[in-house]
């Protein structure tokens, strides 16, 4: 397996685990905007990333990735406002986190 394809396989999983963490949640109107965007902006890395991967020039290969680098970082960013917000438990917290920085900097030096 490529390198490409095992990113592929850990952005995804990425996604499906902010998925069903977030789901767990119970809702508030201030719950219900962090998980919102904690979700749109994992599944973003795995869609933007899975496109990067067809990318048809450099430019538009560095362009995609370049969106998975921001989108890994927003992730990380709303994860720090759930911590903030004791929304999740701290080790799992501390786990999605983990690969939110994971992402971001293996993708950063591509």
Do not use: P
């Amino acid at each position: 397996m490529d390198y490409n394809e095992v990113f592929k396989f850990k952005t995804k999983e990425f996604a499906i685990n902010i998925i069903e963490v977030c789901s767990g949640l119970k809702y508030t109107d201030a719950i219900g905007i962090v998980r919102k965007q904690i979700i749109r902006s994992a599944t973003s890395v795995a869609a933007n990333y899975r496109a990067m991967c067809r990318a048809r020039s450099d430019k538009d290969h560095f362009a995609k990735l370049s969106i998975v680098v921001e989108e890994a970082d927003e992730t990380l960013f709303w994860l720090e406002i759930a911590e903030t917000m004791n929304i999740l438990h701290i080790n799992v917290l501390c786990q999605l986190k983990d690969k939110a920085i994971e992402i971001s900097k293996s993708n950063s030096y591509l």
